[in-house]
């Protein structure tokens, strides 16, 4: 059964902490997105990667980093130097390659930092 | 840069139709999408439409698209209770992410 997993479904950090938040897929897709999620503000884009051990910076990147050292996985490390980190993250991926280049997306960690 | 616009809103009584409008920027894109997040889940691809299309019809869901004025817009027929969600615009702009709207929210009142 083909898709994308984030784990955990729910995070609770101190303040101060570093956190990593999980991202596979067995979808074969080459590119990866991690995305912030607030009431009001739609989707904003942190991260993208679209080839293994390559990435690029979104929107909103401070505060954050990411490596891409497999193409299954994209793991997310939100810094202490993110100022308001409590948020919903998705993770998504796709096949840039594909007649549509739909994203397909996780089931999201919501992330509370204490 | 692209920017796609929606309204954050909109109420409807169960039954009735509802439609989610949404304005794009990148007359390039060559897919538009719906998508769909129930709360605290992902987003679920709804339909796409082609760019060369006008419209696109799926069951209950109409897609209709006005390239000129780069204006998308979703049709839902009899709108149920379980179409309650937040209803996400998206254009394609080429060999880089897709480009979000803000999301509207569909409420149905029983």
């Known amino acids: 059964d083909g898709g994308i997993t984030q784990s955990p479904k729910y995070l609770f950090r101190k ?18 997105y991690w995305y912030r999620q607030d009431p009001g503000q739609g989707l904003r884009l942190i991260y993208y990667s679209q080839i293994v051990n390559d990435f690029q910076k979104g929107d909103i990147a401070e505060g954050y980093s990411v490596s891409r050292e497999k193409k299954e996985s994209f793991p997310l490390t939100v810094t202490s130097a993110q100022k308001n980190p409590t948020a919903f993250y998705l993770c998504a991926s796709s096949n840039p390659g594909s007649s549509y280049n739909e994203q397909f997306f996780g089931p999201g960690t919501r992330l509370t930092v204490l | 840069g692209e920017d796609v616009e929606q309204s954050l809103f909109l109420s409807v009584r169960e039954g009735d139709s509802s439609v989610i409008n949404c304005t794009y920027t990148d007359s390039s894109s060559t897919y538009l999408y719906w998508y769909k997040q129930e709360p605290g889940a992902g987003l679920q691809l709804l339909t796409y439409i082609f760019s060369n299309m006008d419209m696109k019809q799926d069951q209950r869901l109409t897609v209709l698209l006005n390239k000129k004025d780069k204006h998308l817009s979703l049709r839902i027929a009899d709108t149920q209770t379980g179409d309650s969600a937040i209803y996400f615009c998206a254009e394609n702009p080429g060999n880089t992410p897709l480009v979000f709207g803000k999301g509207t929210r569909l409420s149905v009142i029983a």
């Open chain 1, 15 to 32: 303040e101060g902490q570093n956190v990593t938040l999980s991202c596979e897929q067995n979808l074969n897709h080459d590119a990866m």
